[in-house]
């Protein structure tokens, strides 16, 4: 649907005065629909954006109507038509909701201009609307898009990744990213955001693994007013909201098989519904997908589909860990170094050459989220403004991080229980008590971590 051309629901028991509504509305560029009484213009499940009603009516009549249809579509803009066009009849239609009255008889020119000025109004708070919506998910982003800083490093593995952003920037073929967590894809997304030629358009993100399937697809197409418990209200879901823009979808390899049917849609016709709606949107946007699963084997597995997945994999981009680059260590030390210093108001902030050295050694499964983390923890620990390698006693090497077995077996469950147990407090101590992190490390659902931790007494 264009900009300019809105639904027009007409209810008019004169078949002249209803075909000549339907007349003016079209020759404006809307779509109008034509109903003869009230109760059969309630039970259409389409939603429309302006309601021409007559005050007299079969049945129930054009006063009773006007509360009856704002429960169902809250934000419709009504036109009151009446013979009898006194100032009381205008008033009180006015209270229950209407937006503007003409009296009977009245010219297609006059019933234009009326419907002219409600168009107006529908354009101008569908505007307010989706600029409150975009706000609100920008607020929500607003720590997340500054909490790493910008991507830092000059080694081999991140010239590549370079090359690839400078590259894909320029088109609007779907990307993937592929890393392990916390290497940074959200801000290779961004990074492509920014080059592309779609950069003064919206960038939406979404946590594909951190909702629930019915709240992901809500979150990602919409939903209408009713649609499920809850749903006080109609919602623009993300898709609509990335319209012109870039939608990066993170943990693409967390979604529901019934949701994937639905995103290949999108993905293949640029089309959708939102739940519970019948209206079709069609919107313009690029994929930015991210993962840190192998989708090939998930695809074996029958966790992930495989036409999806090549609706994806149009470019793949593949970000090393940090233990992979680590001659980016030093430039990344320096980096939030400065950052922290900053942010934490520690003036002069300074860090050895011993402890940096310290930092260049450790493996970092948590990779530059993990390094963040540690090098803030070390700044707010230090004494006179300086990181020394005593200030990181909480990092171990995972070269000599080794398995301590029990030194006599005799119950073989007991053993790997013990193993388990040894396992479970590793993964929490390197995700610094993250649950739903250390789940993913240890490959199981956070729920069964959670039922484990309640075994070992660990919580």
């Known amino acids: 649907m264009s900009k300019s051309k809105f639904k027009i629901l007409a209810i008019e028991d004169n078949e002249t005065i209803r075909d000549g509504i ?58 009151m038509i009446t013979a009898f066009g006194t100032i009381e009849l205008a008033v009180e239609a006015m209270q229950k909701g209407a937006t503007d009255f003409i009296a009977k008889p009245f010219s297609p020119e006059e019933l234009s201009m009326k419907i002219n000025k409600l168009a107006q109004r529908v354009r101008e708070k569908a505007e307010l609307t989706r600029l409150a919506e975009e706000n609100d998910y920008l607020r929500e982003q607003v720590d ?52 592309s030629t779609r950069k003064d358009k919206p960038f939406i993100r979404v946590n594909c693994g951190a909702l629930a399937e019915g709240v992901l697809e809500s979150e990602l197409f919409g939903h209408e007013r009713g649609a499920f418990t809850g749903a006080l209200k109609r919602k623009k879901g993300r898709f609509e909201l990335a319209n012109n823009g870039n939608i990066f979808l993170d943990e693409i390899g967390d979604i529901p098989l019934a949701t994937q049917v639905k995103m290949l849609r999108v993905l293949q016709e640029k089309e959708f519904e939102r739940v519970g709606g019948e209206e079709t949107f069609t919107v313009d946007i ?45 430039s990344l030390t320096d980096h939030f170094i400065k950052k922290l210093s900053h942010e934490l108001k520690i003036p002069n902030l300074k860090i050895t050459a011993k402890a940096k050295q310290q930092l ?47 030194d006599e077996i005799s119950d073989l469950n007991h053993a790997l229980g013990t193993v388990e147990k040894q396992l479970i407090e590793r993964a929490m101590e390197k995700t610094r008590g993250v649950k739903t992190e250390a789940a993913r490390m240890l490959g199981v659902k956070t729920s069964a971590l959670y039922y484990k931790l309640e075994k070992y007494g660990l919580i």
Request: aromatic share 6%.
């Open 22 to 79: 339907v007349r003016v509305a079209n020759k404006l560029g809307h779509e109008a629909v034509a109903k003869i009484d009230a109760e059969s213009a309630l039970s259409l499940p389409e939603h429309f954006d302006i309601l021409i009603t007559d005050y007299k009516l079969p049945g129930m009549d054009g006063m009773a109507l006007i509360p009856a249809i704002k429960q169902k579509q809250p934000d419709i803009e009504i036109l």
């Open 360 to 406: 260049v050694e450790y493996n970092w499964p948590g990779n530059i989220r993990e390094f963040e983390n540690a090098v803030e923890r070390a700044a707010v620990l230090c004494e006179q403004s300086q990181i020394e390698a005593s200030d990181l006693p909480f990092l171990t090497n995972t070269k000599t991080d080794s398995m301590q077995l029990p």
């Open 286 to 330: 690029r994929v930015i997908a991210a993962t840190n699963k192998n989708l090939k084997e998930e695809i074996q597995k029958g966790n992930f589909r495989e036409d999806l997945f090549y609706r994806l994999h149009v470019i793949p981009v593949y970000l090393p860990p940090l233990r992979e680059r680590k001659e980016d260590i030093p």
């Open 144 to 195: 997340v898009e500054f909490n790493y800083g910008d991507i830092v490093g000059s080694s081999s593995p991140m010239q590549k990744v370079y090359k690839i952003i400078d590259k894909v920037a320029r088109g609007d073929s779907s990307v993937i990213i592929y890393g392990e967590s916390g290497t940074g894809k959200e801000l290779v997304a961004r990074a492509i955001h920014k080059a």
